[in-house]
């Protein structure tokens, strides 16, 4: 495994040196426009790997994308690798239809260090609530981005991940959530918990099992795959792409939905996503909510 071909793969060009913010938000903001959030192999009857080799492979030599647990693993090396002081976290994903954080410590991301001062990464989450800079780890405070306001807060001992929304312009104009399939909050988003405790691999190994097999996991009632772009984000759930251009009018979000076909799916895979698939793909967009 070699820095080198990561770069090539993500196309940084720029310096690895020296080890500060602007370095790691550099190499952070290559990466989410290069690398696809997918989990497409469920999809394709292949079953996901989880190692940093397997991960490496899939990812920089197989140019495939990944979903949290692979695109943090790569990127945590990534930056250790150059010399960032680097510690894994987890975090339980909320989940709105149920009001509440999943039990399952189901997300992985990771702390970086520079000159004391701590901050939090995620290259893993795809569509609106994807980082595009390391978040600072201090409580309460707003950080503006271009997806919009991040905010951390923490309360004994648990740290919570938000996002405040703005509101949307365009043929899709309605709060629906792309992956829960029912209305979102307009105001305040949530979107994980977590603590500062170091986490290792091995203790993703289950949840990397069950959200791939079990019958009512997203990843299995889904295929997605995810691409952060130069003023928006791209995504495909199923057969429909979505496109989302922040901060398009009048502090709003344009936001375009359009339904393809089989062939426009693969179509759409290779153009848009850079993702050429070896074994057949079905896609799939089946509700989480539960019918009675």
């Known amino acids: 495994m070699k820095l080198k071909e990561y770069f090539a793969r993500i196309s940084y060009k720029g310096p690895q040196m020296p080890l500060d913010l602007k370095t790691l938000t550099a190499v952070l903001q290559h990466h989410i426009r290069s690398v696809p959030f997918e989990n497409l192999s469920i999809h394709c009857g292949e079953t996901i ?31 250790q690798t150059m010399g960032y002081e680097v ?9 709105p239809q149920e009001n509440k954080y999943d039990e399952a410590m189901n997300h992985l991301l990771f702390k970086v260090v520079i000159d004391g001062k701590a901050y939090i990464i995620d290259g893993g989450f795809g569509i609106a609530f994807q980082m595009w800079e390391p978040m600072e780890l201090v409580s309460g405070k707003d950080q503006p981005q271009k997806p919009g306001i991040f905010r951390l807060t923490e309360e004994n001992g648990v740290w919570h991940f938000d996002k405040i929304k703005r509101k949307v312009y365009g043929s899709s104009a309605d709060n629906s959530s792309l992956y829960f399939d029912g209305p979102e909050d307009l105001t305040c988003k949530k979107v994980f918990a977590f603590t500062l405790k170091p986490r290792s691999i091995e ?41 989302t251009k922040y901060d398009y009018k009048d502090n709003m ?8 076909s089989d062939k426009e799916v693969e179509k759409a895979l290779k153009e848009r996503f850079n993702i050429r698939l070896k074994k057949k793909f079905v896609p799939i967009n089946e509700s989480l909510v539960a019918t009675s």
């Not at 991960?55 to 930056?79: A, M, Q």
């Not at 510690?87 to 989940?95: K, P, Q």
């Not at 003023?231 to 759930?237: K, P």
């Open 49 to 79: 790997e989880f190692g940093l080799e397997a991960v490496y492979n899939k990812i920089v030599k197989n140019h495939r994308g990944g979903w949290c647990l692979e695109n943090n693993l790569l990127l945590s090396w990534v930056f």
């Open 87 to 95: 510690t894994l976290l987890g975090s339980h994903v909320y989940i």
């Open 203 to 243: 203790e993703f190994r289950e949840q990397n099992t069950i959200l791939q097999t079990a019958p009512d996991s997203l990843f299995v009632k889904k295929s997605i795959c995810s691409l952060q772009t130069a003023n928006g984000f791209q995504v495909l759930i199923g057969w429909t792409l979505t496109e």
């Open 253 to 260: 979000d344009m936001i375009e939905r359009t339904t393809l």
